[in-house]
């Protein structure tokens, strides 16, 4: 195949035809990392601003050492990557429902892959994100009722714009809250979204967290010269009086 393009694997899955691309961008002379479901783009390696964003903004929401954490979805690695940047970690659990994907970060195939696995505080796991969420045994298939002190979210395109129609649960009152059991006192839930901050699901988070808010994130889209933006939102549980 060119150098220019190349179609680093395919794989049939239950939610879709799944591929993994590299692709040289002439205009730079970098190499471009795209994953695919069907027609739809998962993730970008031209775009990862707001994803490793995620990371910073939801752990700066912690004025504690020894973290726990949890990433749902992995995708090309950098929330994982930006969580694993902070000293205060000492473990991570990144939670994919593909296992093509994690697969592909095993054999590094992508980039931050070797990066990730070689990292002792983290650890793959095969799943259901929202299934889990919605468990009183959570994220932690060796010690079920672990709980965290962060939970950061990056798989839908937003709380409207999901990838399945079993993950809108997890977007209402009672489906935060089910999240919210799985962290400790002053833990913090942050959710990555491609769309401009929604009314609706502020209120939502209102509703299930201490203290909520939504910060707008804006970076550089080479493709439309011109900055672009995504969402980030945070939700922290109440703390224990004192």
Same mark, same amino acid.
């Given at each position: 195949?060119?150098?220019?393009?190349?179609?680093?694997?395919?794989?049939?899955?239950?939610?879709?035809?799944?591929?993994?691309?590299?692709?040289?961008?002439?205009?730079?002379?970098?190499?471009?990392?795209?994953?695919?479901?069907?027609?739809?783009?998962?993730?970008?390696?031209?775009?990862?601003?707001?994803?490793?964003?995620?990371?910073?903004?939801?752990?700066?929401?912690?004025?504690?050492?020894?973290?726990?954490?949890?990433?749902?979805?992995?995708?090309?690695?950098?929330?994982?990557?930006?969580?694993l940047e902070d000293t205060r970690v000492r473990s991570l659990i990144v939670v994919d429902a593909l296992a093509e994907v994690?697969?592909?970060?095993?054999?590094?195939?992508?980039?931050?892959?070797?990066?990730?696995?070689?990292?002792?505080?983290?650890?793959?796991?095969?799943?259901?994100?929202?299934?889990?969420?919605?468990?009183?045994?959570?994220?932690?298939?060796?010690?079920?009722?672990?709980? *965290? #002190?962060?939970? +950061?979210? &990056?798989? !839908?395109? /937003?709380?409207?714009?999901?990838?399945?129609?079993?993950?809108?649960?997890?977007?209402?009152?009672?489906?935060?809250?089910?999240?919210?059991?799985?962290?400790?006192?002053?833990?913090?839930?942050?959710?990555?979204?491609?769309?401009?901050?929604?009314?609706?699901?502020?209120?939502?988070?209102?509703?299930?967290?201490?203290?909520?808010?939504?910060?707008?994130?804006? *970076? #550089?889209?080479? +493709?439309? &010269?011109? !900055?672009? /933006?995504?969402?980030?939102?945070?939700?922290?549980?109440?703390?224990?009086?004192?």
């Amino acid at each position: 195949m060119s150098v220019y393009f190349e179609e680093l694997d395919f794989r049939p899955t239950a939610m879709g035809a799944l591929s993994l691309r590299r692709r040289r961008q002439l205009s730079t002379g970098i190499d471009v990392y795209e994953i695919k479901l069907g027609d739809e783009f998962l993730m970008s390696s031209l775009f990862t601003v707001a994803e490793i964003a995620l990371a910073r903004l939801g752990l700066a929401a912690l004025q504690r050492g020894d973290l726990d954490v949890v990433v749902g979805g992995l995708g090309l690695g950098y929330t994982a990557q930006a969580v694993l940047e902070d000293t205060r970690v000492r473990s991570l659990i990144v939670v994919d429902a593909l296992a093509e994907v994690i697969e592909w970060h095993e054999r590094g195939l992508l980039p931050l892959g070797g990066q990730l696995t070689a990292d002792p505080r983290c650890r793959f796991a095969a799943g259901d994100f929202f299934a889990m969420s919605a468990s009183t045994d959570g994220f932690d298939r060796q010690t079920p009722g672990r709980r *965290f #002190d962060a939970v +950061l979210v &990056d798989i !839908d395109h /937003s709380p409207q714009n999901l990838l399945h129609p079993n993950h809108a649960a997890l977007y209402q009152p009672e489906g935060l809250r089910k999240l919210a059991g799985h962290l400790h006192p002053g833990g913090v839930f942050a959710l990555w979204s491609n769309d401009p901050p929604e009314e609706a699901f502020k209120t939502a988070l209102a509703s299930a967290f201490a203290t909520s808010d939504a910060h707008v994130v804006t *970076f #550089d889209n080479p +493709l439309q &010269d011109r !900055d672009a /933006s995504n969402t980030v939102y945070i939700g922290v549980k109440a703390s224990l009086p004192l």
